[in-house]
């Protein structure tokens, strides 16, 4: 029963991740996922920028804006919260996106959320 409860609080962060990205408040995060990537992948003008489709031409002028306007931005489903860098050979990716970020958390979310609706014993 306890990891059912935490297993449901899981799947509602998910399905809480799908609305933000599909909403319109998506785009200051989308920025804000476009200047860590963009900071970590370097100044390369042989990369391309995977982007959700909906939301190329907003990512194309986020590049504009911040003097990487010369980048190709292809729409991507599979990116769909987030944003991706490669190069065009594609011998390298590097990926920033909310359910990737979320992964790197979730064992850290499900041990606290376990603790806060259980308490200190609540290990399964």
């Known amino acids: 029963m306890k990891n059912e409860a935490v297993e449901a609080v899981l799947?509602?962060?998910?399905?809480?991740v799908r609305e933000i990205a599909s909403g319109p408040a998506f785009g200051p995060i989308l920025d804000s996922l476009l200047a860590e990537l963009m900071g970590a992948a370097g100044s390369g003008d042989d990369m391309e920028?995977?982007?959700?489709?909906?939301?190329?031409?907003?990512?194309?002028?986020?590049?504009?804006?911040?003097?990487?306007?010369?980048l190709k931005v292809v729409g991507s489903r599979e990116f769909w919260d987030?944003?991706?860098?490669?190069d065009a050979k594609r011998t390298y990716r590097i990926s920033n996106t909310l359910t990737g970020r979320f992964g790197r958390v979730e064992q850290v979310a499900r041990k606290h959320c376990m603790t806060a609706l259980f308490g200190q014993g609540g290990s399964a």
Do not use: I
């Open 11 to 16: 799947a509602d962060v998910s399905r809480q």
């Open 49 to 70: 920028v995977l982007a959700p489709e909906a939301h190329a031409d907003h990512v194309r002028g986020w590049l504009e804006r911040n003097g990487r306007g010369g």
């Open 82 to 86: 987030g944003v991706a860098v490669q």
